[in-house]
């Protein structure tokens, strides 16, 4: 036999063989599926988390005011005064209630109010004349959430309608006074919904694809069909790869949904960027947090013991991601210990490209992050799970 029909054999065999890898892979991923739909509690936690999940963070974010109690105390009757109770409208504030200011600290005392704007006499008067007259804000600080945001919010209302006043009444002999001007760009009226439900779907991401992938491989042990898939003829890469991809698929159209049906069609937020591409990207962090997973599957013995994993392993690949923190506020020994992680990368992607509608030209290096954090994630993992089988053989 020539060296020509040897070489044609080898490759013919080595076909073959990759031929019969992506049979098992793709059969293998198939069983999970079919697992995942018997599992009623997973498949209802998967549902809630890029739904109700996605409303509530979107809808219920503590920086956010939101039709908050405001009583003011007008002691001025000026159309200035007037101007200044119209500016406190929904849906921060509740309409105004004009109270008297002996009525002050019982409303207070009695946690009718979280604000209380008191506008002192002859404000507009004081005003006009250069005097810079002061209003006084009491602030419910029992109502902790609201009285954190709430006074920058009062503050910013009323300089603007203070500003905007004075400008329209100043002599004609005075020169007009330097005024700053803020666009806003990618959410021009600062809606917190836009950002929680992206950030929102972003963390759901990173949680559901680490718990099913690790999920995937305990339920295996604890129904003893890991025993069938080692006297069958696939390996552990097989094995792992068929968890990966089938594990992913079913997190990335649930992502897609929650961004298609929730953000934009319930919440009305504006996507910017191209949504292949941020499916494209999120494949290949899902790559990454599905190794993550079953890397941790193949630690724990036991569905409560993963779960302990999962808790210490999520909260800071969630919390210090970016996603709620920005990166600037965190000490530079966590920004480079959690750059070693494709959680802060993936953030950076998804936000250049839903918010700010960002290109490829744009966000490559974060994918190249990705893919490389990710194949160091696969890596490990694949060794893990390979000694495991050992093991258990």
């Not at 109502?143 to 009444?169: D, F, K």
Request: charged fraction near 15%.
């Amino acid at each position: 036999m020539s060296d020509d029909d040897r070489t044609a054999i080898r490759l013919q065999a080595a076909r073959a063989s990759v031929r019969r890898s992506l049979q098992n892979i793709y059969f293998l991923g198939i069983k999970e599926f079919f697992s995942l739909l018997r599992d009623w509690a997973m498949m209802g936690v998967i549902v809630f988390m890029f739904t109700g999940a996605v409303l509530a963070d979107a809808r219920a974010k503590p920086d956010t005011l939101s039709n908050a109690a405001i009583a003011v105390v007008d002691e001025d009757q000026s159309a200035l005064s007037q101007r200044l109770i119209d500016a406190l409208r929904p849906p921060y504030f509740m309409p105004p209630r004009l109270i008297g200011r002996e009525q002050m600290d019982r409303v207070m005392d009695m946690g009718e109010d979280t604000f209380v704007l008191d506008i002192p006499p002859n404000f507009q008067r004081d005003l006009v004349a250069g005097r810079h007259p002061a209003l006084q804000l009491n602030v419910d600080a029992t109502r902790q959430s609201q009285a954190l945001s709430g006074p920058g919010y009062v503050e910013t209302i009323l300089v603007e309608e203070v500003l905007a006043w004075a400008q329209n009444h100043r002599s004609a002999d005075l020169p007009l006074p330097t005024d700053l001007v803020v666009r806003v760009k990618y959410n021009p009226n600062l809606y917190g919904s836009w950002f929680g439900g992206l950030t929102s779907i972003i963390n759901n991401l990173t949680l559901l694809s680490i718990v099913l992938a690790g999920a995937a491989l305990i339920r295996e042990r604890e129904h003893g069909t890991i025993e069938h898939l080692l006297v069958m003829p696939v390996t552990s890469l097989e094995i792992m790869l068929s968890k990966v991809w089938s594990m992913s698929v079913v997190v990335l159209g649930g992502a897609l949904l929650a961004l298609t049906v929730i953000v934009r069609g319930v919440l009305g937020v504006q996507v910017n960027g191209s949504v292949a591409l941020f499916a494209l990207g999120t494949l290949i962090y899902l790559f990454s947090t599905t190794s993550l997973g079953i890397f941790l599957g193949t630690l724990a013995r036991s569905m409560p013991q993963f779960g302990l994993l999962a808790i210490l392993v999520l909260l800071p690949l969630i919390v210090l991601s970016g996603a709620i923190t920005p990166l600037e506020s965190m000490p530079e020994a966590v920004r480079l210990l959690m750059s070693a992680t494709p959680t802060i990368h993936f953030v950076s992607f998804a936000q250049g490209v839903l918010f700010r509608g960002a290109g490829i030209e744009t966000i490559w290096p974060s994918l190249l992050a990705i893919c490389v954090t990710g194949s160091v994630f696969f890596w490990i993992a694949n060794v893990r799970l390979r000694k495991t089988i050992g093991e258990m053989e």
